[in-house]
């Protein structure tokens, strides 16, 4: 069993930055990828970016590369959101996820375990 919790959201105005952590419960994290997903009122929710368990391999929707980084730190169980140039559509809940895996995956019903989720609002 993983347990994952998401932290760093807030409001922000566009063109700014933020960086959201998820930090996951047990031992195995360095075995598992991990994926953002988020999810804007009204919409369904939609992948943003995922890596693979030793970090070398990562995939970002169109909508956000060069924009957003996803990186990792199996040293503190942790998955990191770099979020720069934001844009007011970029506004919704961010949620991380997780797998056992070698490589990355995109797709919400590819993950086994997510956390609550956190907010982030990006102002006009």
């Known amino acids: 069993q993983v347990q994952l919790v998401e932290s760093g959201g807030g409001l922000v105005q566009a063109g700014g930055s933020l960086r959201l952590s998820c930090t996951a419960s047990?031992?195995?994290?360095?075995?598992?990828?991990m994926g953002w997903f988020r999810q804007a009122p009204g919409k369904e929710r939609e992948f943003v970016a995922a890596?693979?368990?030793?970090?070398?391999?990562?995939y970002y929707a169109d909508s956000v590369k060069g924009r957003l980084t996803i990186s990792r730190d199996n040293a503190k169980n942790t998955v990191y959101l770099q979020m720069s140039s934001l844009k007011p559509e970029d506004t919704a809940v961010y949620y991380c996820?997780?797998?056992?895996?070698?490589?990355?995956?995109?797709?919400?019903?590819?993950?086994?375990?997510w956390g609550q989720g956190t907010q982030v609002t990006v102002s006009s």
């Open positions: 996820a997780a797998r056992c895996g070698s490589i990355y995956y995109t797709r919400g019903y590819e993950y086994e375990y």
């Open positions: 890596i693979s368990w030793s970090g070398g391999w990562t």
């Open positions: 047990g031992r195995t994290f360095s075995t598992y990828a």
